[in-house]
Structures are given as structure tokens and as C-alpha cells.
């Protein structure tokens, strides 16, 4: 239960990584990412997609570029994701005390 969690969060990881990316250095290409990151070209190929089918990257000839709604996106981020951590820290179930 958990392990699908975490891979959905590195995965998440992966994708914000590359969408940093675009946006310090558009327009980039695949395979600059894919050394710079370390990501095999698949992977990275697969964030792209992620991030265009969510109009936040759009293919140009020079490589991937920003869209009008990567800012608004970015802005909004950190609160969305402190919400989530907010959320699994409810979740925790603390341990129970010790019997002596």
C-alpha cells in the first residue's frame, strides 16, 4: 500500500525535476536532460508527456519550452504540497505506549 505511494512520489519528483528544468533552461531538449539528470531518455520522454498533456511544457523545434500556465502553477505548488504533507502527517498512527 505504502510502496505505491512512494513510487508515485518519485515519480512526481522526477516529473518537477524536469519541468525545473524547462523552465531554467528553455528550450531544452531530451537528451540534455536525460544527462544532466541522470534519467534514462524514456523516463524523461515520459515527464514530457506528463507535463504537455497538463499544458505546462510544449514542444518547440529547440527543445521544451514553458507555457502561459507554468507560473501560475509554480505559485501554487508549495501550498498544495504542504497540504499533502499536512494530510500524511494526520494519517500517522503513533506508537503504542510501552507496558512496563
Same mark, same amino acid.
Given at each position: 500500500?505504502?510502496?505505491?505511494?512512494?513510487?508515485?512520489?518519485?515519480?512526481?519528483?522526477?516529473? %518537477?525535476? @524536469? =519541468?525545473?528544468?524547462?523552465?531554467?533552461? &528553455? #528550450?531544452?531538449?531530451?537528451?540534455?536532460?536525460?544527462? !544532466?539528470?541522470?534519467?534514462?531518455?524514456?523516463?524523461?520522454?515520459?515527464? %514530457?508527456? @506528463? =507535463?504537455?498533456?497538463?499544458?505546462?511544457? &510544449? #514542444?518547440?523545434?529547440?527543445?521544451?519550452?514553458?507555457? !502561459?500556465?507554468?507560473?501560475?502553477?509554480?505559485?501554487?505548488?508549495?501550498?498544495?504540497?504542504?497540504?499533502?504533507?499536512?494530510?500524511?502527517?494526520?494519517?500517522?498512527?503513533?506508537?503504542?505506549?510501552?507496558? !512496563?
Amino acid at each position: 500500500m505504502i510502496d505505491r505511494l512512494e513510487k508515485e512520489v518519485d515519480m512526481l519528483e522526477r516529473h %518537477l525535476q @524536469v =519541468l525545473r528544468m524547462v523552465i531554467e533552461n &528553455e #528550450p531544452i531538449g531530451i537528451v540534455k536532460m536525460s544527462n !544532466e539528470t541522470g534519467y534514462p531518455h524514456h523516463k524523461v520522454r515520459y515527464s %514530457l508527456r @506528463v =507535463l504537455e498533456e497538463e499544458n505546462l511544457i &510544449e #514542444p518547440s523545434s529547440q527543445g521544451a519550452i514553458t507555457t !502561459e500556465d507554468t507560473d501560475e502553477f509554480v505559485a501554487e505548488l508549495d501550498g498544495k504540497v504542504d497540504h499533502i504533507v499536512d494530510k500524511l502527517d494526520g494519517m500517522k498512527i503513533e506508537s503504542a505506549p510501552e507496558v !512496563e
